[in-house]
């Protein structure tokens, strides 16, 4: 119980006044004796869920109560197999579909969430409990503890948080089903966050589950702007959010400010609960709005760089996650953030938080995040490289077996493996992870990438990383052209023969022809995989097409998934995408082609 997630907020609920103190001693306990913590996790699980369907199905009737921790990790990891939510998904189904049955979990699931599938292509189910909110609650609080201590803010002061909940619907078996954010904004604990960190949003419910991003991010904006004096940080899930918010401001500032000076809200704002949300908080502010218009006129001549600082001239940092697949942002976000630190947000998924950035005045590019060893019980799967002539195209990784938390080595790769409280059991995240050291007794990790191989025509294997630094290296020649990426993608075209990747830039600026043919050969000669060298060399796969698609176009694709249901908070683009529709709208918006000249 010493180290018991639960136990943490029955001692808090005796005492309202818990400081920042409270939850970094607490930290600092579990994650010293990490290892331990883990085992009592496992147990607990176990136990909560002893006889359910699933686990009947692995473990029979051991009855966890008799056995001691570590009889039980290893009774539960050599009995119990590794599983993709493809294992578990006829089981989720039957909970969507209204069977209560104890099936995943003793505890009745009410709630579904949705993992943003943009990734995966395919939104997928997820159950989701209170634990899934009060963990949530938790890691943002202990997160906060931490930024205070490098970027004090005002207490009671506001955040401008970029967030948005979907609709939220009903499954077939009348359970509630959303993203995991839209639950959390919805919940008791997000309330009950903005009490303990003393630091309360700008918008109210109204304005974030509006369910029409465009409405809502420009509500957050007008209100961010009304309270801009009380503004402490700016924050998003991930980092697009922002940036996408901060273009849209772009356009938007003029009406912006004659809302501020009139008290009114535009007409473009049409959901009425929304509107009288804005209108019953915003005053006329004819003082205010003239020095955010002298600003923005200001700010247009130098490209809007620097605009946070500029009107938000309390902000001490901005904040959102900016590893991963949300790198490819840092620099537009930098541009906007001026001077300001970029603060990196922590790990987590909608199937369970990871790991907690312990270090807010690390740059992005060198952030790491601590195992929180009380959430769920982790384990961790050795991933090594191919060597570099193996010929299969199969597979991307030589894997080990499992080991638990307190085996990990720095320096190694791994795929996350998770046991969750909500009934997901060895289930394989598909996310690779690497050690850089550790934080007392609890491992630090660096995301490294998502598992699923991404570009592959035959034997060549590119992940989303090796993706990322090509696409890196071919845009630097755009800064000398006074042009910038404003996003990518791509897809590995096999149809015709020999087979190609094609990567898809939209581009902000005008850049001549032979340009673009240097970024094209540049990042062809980019890949290092040796598959692609060789496989290039012997035009087993034909030269890289780099294809500049109009402006506005990812902003269709993005439309694209909200239509079918994806949240803007969980939105992260696709980086290589075989789906029909989406190559539908890339190939009709293309306007110009170029192919590489690189091997010859
Ligand atoms: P979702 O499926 O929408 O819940 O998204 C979860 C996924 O987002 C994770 O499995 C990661 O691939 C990615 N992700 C979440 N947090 C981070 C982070 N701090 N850095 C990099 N990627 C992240």
């Not at 921790?69 to 969507?96: M, Q, W």
Request: glycine share 6%.
């Amino acid at each position: 119980m010493f180290f018991s997630f639960v136990g943490f907020f029955r001692m808090e609920a005796g005492t309202l006044e818990a400081s920042n103190c409270d939850i970094v001693s607490w930290f600092d306990r579990v994650s010293t004796n990490a290892g331990v913590a883990q085992r009592e996790t496992l147990r607990r699980i176990i136990e909560l869920n002893h006889g359910v369907e699933y686990l009947k199905e692995w473990l029979g009737d051991i009855d966890a109560k008799e056995m001691d921790a570590c009889e039980i990790e290893s009774l539960y990891t050599s009995l119990v197999p590794l599983v993709s939510h493809a294992d578990l998904e006829p089981y989720i189904r039957r909970i969507a579909d209204g069977d209560i049955s104890p099936i995943l979990t003793q505890h009745p699931i009410t709630t579904l969430s949705l993992s943003s599938g943009t990734t995966e292509g395919r939104q997928k189910f997820v159950p989701f409990t209170r634990h899934s909110s009060q963990t949530t609650l938790q890691i943002f609080r202990l997160a906060a503890a931490y930024r205070s201590r490098v970027y004090p803010t005002r207490d009671g002061g506001r955040i401008l948080e970029f967030i948005y909940s979907s609709k939220r619907f009903k499954t077939k078996g009348g359970l509630t089903a959303g993203t995991a954010t839209t639950h959390y904004y919805a919940s008791e604990d997000f309330k009950i966050k903005q009490e303990k960190t003393k630091a309360f949003t700008c918008s109210p419910h109204e304005v974030i589950s509006s369910g029409d991003y465009k409405q809502t991010t420009y509500c957050h904006l007008l209100l961010g702007l009304f309270f801009r004096d009380e503004v402490e940080f700016i924050t998003s899930t991930f980092a697009y959010s922002i940036v996408q918010a901060f273009v849209s401001f772009e356009e938007l500032w003029k009406e912006i400010c004659k809302d501020i000076k009139e008290g009114n809200v535009s007409s473009r704002i049409t959901l009425p609960k929304m509107r009288k949300a804005v209108l019953d908080i915003v005053k006329p502010n004819p003082i205010l709005a003239s020095k955010i218009k002298a600003v923005c006129e200001d700010l247009q001549g130098s490209d809007w760089y620097g605009l946070v600082p500029k009107l938000w001239p309390n902000a001490k940092y901005v904040y959102s996650i900016m590893t991963g697949s949300m790198q490819p942002y840092l620099k537009k976000l930098r541009h906007h953030a001026g001077s300001l630190p970029l603060v990196s947000a922590d790990y987590g998924s909608t199937e369970s938080w990871i790991g907690v950035n312990l270090d807010p005045s690390l740059p992005p590019e060198n952030v790491t995040f601590s195992v929180m060893p009380t959430f769920s019980y982790f384990e961790f799967i050795p991933l090594y490289r191919q060597n570099q002539d193996s010929s299969s195209g199969s597979v991307d990784f030589i894997e080990d077996e499992p080991v638990p938390l307190s085996q990990v080595k720095v320096g190694q790769e791994y795929e996350i493996v998770l046991t969750t409280f909500t009934g997901l059991y060895r289930y394989r995240l598909g996310d690779v992870v690497e050690v850089s050291g550790f934080h007392n007794g609890t491992p630090k990790l660096n995301f490294i990438c998502r598992r699923k191989l991404i570009l592959a025509v035959n034997i060549d294997k590119n992940t989303e990383k090796d993706l990322q630094l090509v696409v890196e290296r071919g845009s630097e020649l755009l800064s000398n052209h006074r042009a910038e990426l404003v996003d990518f993608t791509s897809s590995a075209e096999v149809v015709r023969q020999p087979g190609h990747y094609v990567i898809y830039w939209e581009i902000k600026g005008e850049v001549e022809e032979s340009v673009l043919f240097e970024c094209c050969r540049e990042m062809d000669a980019s890949f290092v995989d040796h598959g692609y060298v060789v496989s290039r060399r012997t035009n087993s796969i034909g030269p890289l097409e780099l294809c500049i698609v109009e402006r506005g176009t990812f902003k269709k694709i993005l439309d694209h998934f909200i239509g079918n249901g994806a949240a803007l908070s969980q939105f992260k683009t696709p980086r290589c995408t075989s789906d029909r529709m989406l190559l539908r709208i890339l190939d009709l918006c293309t306007v110009k082609r170029v192919r590489s000249t690189a091997y010859g």
